[in-house]
């Protein structure tokens, strides 16, 4: 057995079973839609001695980020969604309070560059990211990126060359790494002895709250909650200090941190109202996990019994968003090419491919207006707002949406 991410102990509960799941982020060109495609098991457990709620089985990140373009660019995303509007209060909290005129910032996971950019003014940055084509974007911006995975010794030599970094983090990165010890000395390597860090992540919290599994897929290895960091920080010289609920995934779903090596440093309220929550609603307790699997079974099933009646019905069903994260919900419902005719997406990089298994294909917006369906399934629930008041010409002739939740929008 898989040894646990954070204590190493390798004892699990089983939370939930997702069946066999193809890696979400290759969606597939049209000559190879007759290959044979990899599957892999998509299970959720949880560990008995630290809590972490981890995948059973993972698949080697050098798989994910190298063999194949990581599809995903921070910066296609809409810009007034509340993903990146989310960091407009990071970028003023490092400016303003964590930094100085010239300071270092590093951001591991940095993508293409997307959050640094916005901090680039008056300060020195430097983005480190595994994913060649998302650092070369990046490049061509003009935001200085190294092309590797963060490691002590990549910790060291950045340190050698830049000087230690008064800011270190990364963003929705941390919960897709394997060896999270392993990143956090190349992190902790590099930070200055009064440096900040900080991370964003998926938060087990609000997916327990709203029996949330749309963020299972099989490139997200954990599922944090505030007490697992404050454990994991620890053994690396780190004190949580501050922790709060960002905007970024909607439904509570993502959590930030900030970190110092200064034990005696002032917690700030809104960290210890966070960790009272999670001892109020027995976040980290093994029935918290396995009501969370259960809930989550019914949710799909809602989902499935929605869908397969508008089917009965004659209606047609297009997806909004070709996302990871949608289609794990459509794979714990059973949800296929016979309920969604294609999907729509705004990224040019996934248009014109399959989804993998399925073989949906993606097309633009402008092409679905030739044969809008009845309905649009949105799979990334933090975009409803922005996709409904986009799609006003659709809902007035009568065009409706179907959420995650199997709640129906006219
Ligand atoms: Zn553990």
């Known amino acids: 057995m898989r040894k646990c991410r954070i204590c190493g102990n390798t004892k699990y509960d089983k939370v939930l079973d997702m069946g066999k799941a193809p890696l979400v982020n290759s969606l597939l060109e049209k000559k190879d839609l007759k290959g044979k495609e990899r599957t892999y098991p998509l299970i959720v457990v949880r560990c008995t001695k630290c809590s972490l709620a981890q995948l059973q089985t993972i698949v080697n990140s050098q798989k994910i980020y190298q063999d194949q373009d990581y599809l995903y660019y921070t910066g296609d995303m809409p810009q007034q969604s509340q993903y990146i509007k989310a960091f407009d209060s990071l970028v003023s909290e490092i400016h303003d309070k964590h930094t100085k005129a010239n300071d270092l910032i590093v951001e591991i996971g940095s993508n293409d560059g997307t959050v640094l950019k916005k901090m680039m003014e008056g300060r020195r940055v430097l983005g480190v990211d595994p994913a060649i084509n998302v650092v070369i974007r990046a490049l061509a911006r003009g935001i200085p990126t190294l092309a590797a995975p963060i490691t002590k010794h990549i910790g ?20 897709h790494i394997d060896d999270i010890h392993g990143v956090l000395e190349g992190m902790t390597e ?50 949580i200090f ?5 905007e970024a995934q909607g439904d509570g779903l ?4 900030y970190a110092s090596r200064d034990k005696k440093r002032a917690k700030t ?49 297009a997806g909004y968003g070709a996302a990871a994260k949608g289609f794990s ?36 917006r402008k092409d679905a207006e030739k044969r809008l369906p009845d309905y649009f399934f949105i799979t990334a629930p933090n975009y409803a707002d922005i996709i409904m008041a986009k799609e ?8 409706k949406f179907i959420q995650i939740d199997s709640t129906i929008v006219g």
């Open 156 to 175: 060291f030599v950045v340190k050698q060359e830049f000087g230690p970094a008064k800011v270190v983090g990364g963003a929705n990165c941390l919960a």
């Open 190 to 239: 590099l930070l200055a002895d009064d440096g900040i860090f900080w991370a964003e992540v998926n938060y087990w919290g609000g997916m327990v709250k709203h029996r949330h599994y749309a963020l299972v897929y099989l490139d997200h290895y954990s599922y944090y909650s505030l007490k697992n960091w404050v454990d994991l920080a620890r053994m690396h010289g780190l004190e």
């Open 242 to 246: 501050d922790a709060f609920i960002t």
């Open 254 to 257: 993502s959590l930030r941190l």
């Open 269 to 317: 309220a809104r960290f210890l109202k966070l960790i009272d929550d999670e001892k109020k609603t027995k976040l980290n307790t093994k029935e918290a996990a396995v009501a969370y699997g259960k809930g989550c079974k019914e949710e799909a099933k809602k989902l499935f019994q929605t869908i397969s009646n508008l089917k009965k019905q004659g209606k047609t069903i």
């Open 329 to 364: 919900v459509l794979q714990l419902a059973g949800v296929t090419q016979k309920h969604i005719d294609y999907f729509v997406d705004d990224s040019p990089a996934k248009q014109g491919k399959y989804t993998p298994i399925t073989h949906i294909p993606v097309i633009s």
């Open 392 to 399: 006003d010409k659709f809902r007035k002739n009568g065009g």
